[in-house]
């Protein structure tokens, strides 16, 4: 009796996660599904979903790739200019939060967990009012403004919210970089001091430890904390909608929000998220086969 | 592989269910509408030939819509439902809560409940009218969206002995074109739109200017300027910019020369693309907007502490050549109060109440005691901002923004998305 109800247990434990994901992922990803391969209603111009597979057409998804590929491909430009900034933005926050990462994993000892508090304080606050905050901070007038001028001594005056391309790149580093500090802190963490010490032993400088011991394995922790802070970094619209508010900054986020208010382009928005899935799946699916493969060595 | 056809029957059956509510939502009713229209034989507009139309009203072409089988206004005095809660849906900050709490106090022995919802566009809130979850008695949208409320039968008649109120308001919204003979519509608001500017970060005076929409593409307000974020305004004044005077126009080479100019209105000024002009400007987050006329009396009450009021400025054509709406009130028939609503529709045209709503939302009744000279004497409106006022004769000078036919609304909409798109 005991051993049944046991066989039972540990699926009957995953029940609610499962459901989780149905409810939460499989249903509205097959609804968005649907929505692209639908139609649109002639007048209202509302999506009509084709709940049917049987029924998908592929209009919308041509309308999408003509535009992304085609004679008026005004899909493009929003596309590389988010590839730019993302790519921008993640190496730079790579090059803040290693330093970070390294001197709480290495030199912070007993206060490694206030440390890692507080650098992830900010973030208790919610990521629009943060943004809000540095609408104020870098307003014409601003802090930022009176800061750079030495209070107005000098003549500088940079409009910072008005369709700057490196505002909108450092508000995604503001945003996402602890996401890069954590993977990569639990990754230096976990290299022992003895391996160093090693290193020193054997004759490596210090920066051939650093080189040959410390990168090669904290690469798992790079790669995860690029990945963390690519992927909703892609998907962002609304720190170019605050802090910019220009289409000169638009990214694929805006083009998407954008396109599902825009009536009888639901079924574009669709495809557009579609395709983005499955460029961005890519890499993911890189990552996860890395870390299995780096577990199993381990 | 038996649950997997499970499934497909399962979903087959839905979307067989789910056909029928759109049947009966949608297309269904548009046929009736389409029966109707054939059976009425209505004076005016494009007759309904066989397949649902959508008749586009203009002044031109003054539509009377249908009433719809079934859907006939209710009998005059009728007393007001008991203990009902009312339920408006309209724009964030479009209505003053003082009105709410006047028609409940004059109406308490009934015991109603006013409840507002709003709305961010009035695309979300057609979508959430036709989905029915809410019964939404008073929808506060611009006259382009009649149409098709009208088509899908989601308004209700109105039955005119509870408006005596109708009374105080200019005589043209007694047969406007978009709705003749009042059958669904009273008018709510009045704006033009023109162009908003502080006097202190912008040194010219951009109403002497020529052709004073050439400011949006003047490179020395490149990053201190913004238009509005509506693609009809922002296509409509690129069109009269170019020299048209068609702001609703299908026309391919115009249009082609409105995506030209934006494009390089893009490049020229990097304009911000927003509604918030009526904050932005006074707080001195902008120089210069494109506006409507409300968004500049209202930035009165956003200027920061010191702030002289008299910086601001707003410019609509003298001679009222310029773009000019008003929104409307209608019922609606998902509604469970008809009575209410039209009481509540007849207390916001009274003219001490839509005096107190034009002070709280800026924009402007169109109620005929008040005249622009009063406005200014009552020191209501600042004198720099007088062309703010709408002028009755505008409305037959100045250009309306008119529901789209399908195919021509999707040329536009390709526009301001490629706009959008910083393409």
Known sequence: MAKRSQRFLWPALAIPSFAWLALFLAIPFYVVLCIAFGQV????????????????????????????????NFYLPPITRTITYVVTAVIISLIIAFPVAYFTARYAGKRKGLVLVLLVAPFWISYMMRMLAWVNLLQTDGIVNSVISLGGLLPVEVNWLSGKPYTVVMGLIYGYVPYMILPLFAALDRISPSLLEAARDLGASGFDVFRRVVIPMSIPGIAAGMLLVALPMMGDYFTSDLLSGSPDTSMIGNLINGTIQTPGQSGQAAALLLLVLLVLAAPMFLYTRTVARSETRS | MTDLTGDIARLGMSRRRILQAA????????????????????????????????????????????????????????????????????????????????????????????????????????????????????????????????????????????????????????NPFYDMEWQYTTPYTLYTTGIGWRTDRVTEDIAARPNPYDVFWDPQYQEHLAVLDDYREVIGMTLLRNGGTDVNTGDDALLAAVRDALLQMNEKTQPRVTITGYTDLPEGRLDLSQAWSGDLIMAVSYLPEGVDPSILRYWFPKDGAGVVNNDVMVSLKGGQNPVLSHLFINHVMDAKEAMNNFAYTGYQPPQVSLTPEKLISDGFIPPNLQEAIVLPGYFDSGYRLLELPPDIEAKYLAIWQQFKAGA
């Not at chain 2, 009425?40 to 002044?59: K, N, V, Y």
């Not at chain 2, 249908?66 to 005095?77: M, T, V």
Request: proline share 9%; with cysteine; net charge negative.
């Open chain 2, 23 to 174: 049947l009966l939502a949608g297309p269904g009713a548009m046929a009736l509408a389409a029966c109707a229209r054939a059976d009425s034989s209505t004076p005016t507009g494009t007759a309904a030939s066989g397949a649902a139309t959508l008749q586009i009203a203009s002044p031109t072409n003054p539509v009377k819509w249908p009433i719809n089988p079934g859907n006939e206004a209710i009998a005059s005095g009728l007393s007001p439902e008991k203990d009902a809660v009312l339920r408006l849906y309209n724009y964030a900050d479009y209505l003053d809560p003082g009105i709410i709490k006047s028609f409940e106090e004059k109406y308490a022995d009934t015991g109603v409940k006013v409840e507002l919802s709003t709305f961010n566009d009035t695309l979300e809130a057609m979508a959430k009218i036709r989905g029915g979850s809410v019964p939404f008695d008073i929808y506060f949208p611009s006259y382009d969206q009649i149409g098709k409320l009208v088509l899908a039968n989601l308004v209700r008649p109105l039955q005119h002995s509870y408006i005596p109120n109708i009374a105080n308001v200019y005589p043209e919204f007694l």
């Open chain 1, 41 to 72: 209603d002639p007048i209202f111009r509302t999506s009509i979903p084709a709940w049917n597979p049987l029924d998908w057409r592929f209009d919308q998804f041509a309308i999408t790739l003509d535009r992304i590929f085609g004679a008026n």
